[in-house]
T-cell receptor
Framework: GAVVSQHPSRVICKSGTSVKIECRSL??????MFWYRQFPKQSLMLMAT?????????EQGVEKDKFLINHASLTLSTLTVTSAHPEDSSFYIC????????????FGEGSWLTVV | AQSVTQPDIHITVSEGASLELRCNYS??????LFWYVQSPGQGLQLLLK??????LVQGIKGFEAEFKRSQSSFNLRKPSVHWSDAAEYFC?????????????FGQGTILTVHP
């Protein structure tokens, strides 16, 4: 069945460095993907909408210069956390709908980011 | 703006007992409603979804949910819980059109199953 895969599943980086997380739709094309952040024991909060071939749309309060999103192909979106700080440590999850309204929305396995 | 409320943060049931997880939503039009399950440190798995038609929706793993427009609710039920159902459950609401896929999640309900 359709799968959305994220990589890496876990990453530790030093404060001030950048880290890239990939989100791939494995057997379907996704013109739109979504990035969420989930802090421990909290719910998922939408960060941004990733649009293939155009700029991402960010939710209010999310710094677009800090969380760079690139959706260069119909099967890949990347989230780059730039100049990471310990407060950016979180679980990042992507999702992609398999088609238009009413179709299943698949989520990736998530990526744990720890900034030390 | 759309919102979702899951009133119960933590529910404990005995294995074999019935289960109902509550979900109330706020949305101006006909919503797209979802229930997802998340095991610790894992991604989300879709249990079921509703967007039109029969208001009683059947999902995977023996789960079902009923859409009640008058109560703005979409409660998840299972007649007999198994120990493997222990996880966190999220209700989510979304819209159609070009924004399809953009979800607002509830706070989640942690389910503990006692043997």
């Amino acid at each position: 069945g359709a799968v959305v895969s994220q990589h890496p599943s876990r990453v530790i980086c030093k404060s001030g460095t950048s880290v890239k997380i990939e989100c791939r739709s494995l057997d379907f094309q996704a013109t739109t993907m979504f990035w969420y952040r989930q802090f421990p024991k909290q719910s998922l909060m939408l960060m941004a909408t990733s649009n293939e071939g155009s700029k991402a749309t960010y939710e209010q309060g999310v710094e677009k210069d800090k969380f760079l999103i690139n959706h260069a192909s119909l099967t890949l979106s990347t989230l780059t956390v730039t100049s990471a700080h310990p407060e950016d440590s979180s679980f990042y999850i992507c999702s992609a709908p398999q088609g238009g309204a009413g179709n299943t929305i698949y989520f990736g396995e998530g990526s744990w980011l720890t900034v030390v | 703006a759309q919102s979702v409320t899951q009133p119960d943060i933590h529910i404990t049931v005995s294995e074999g007992a019935s289960l109902e997880l509550r979900c109330n939503y706020s949305y101006g039009a006909t919503p797209y409603l979802f229930w997802y399950v998340q095991s610790p440190g894992q991604g989300l798995q879709l249990l079921l979804k509703y967007f039109s038609g029969d208001t009683l929706v059947q999902g995977i793993k023996g789960f079902e949910a009923e859409f009640k427009r008058s109560q703005s609710s979409f409660n998840l039920r299972k007649p007999s819980v198994h120990w493997s159902d222990a996880a966190e459950y999220f209700c989510a609401v979304g819209r159609g059109g070009t924004s399809y896929g953009k979800l607002t999640f509830g706070q989640g309900t942690i389910l503990t199953v006692h043997p």
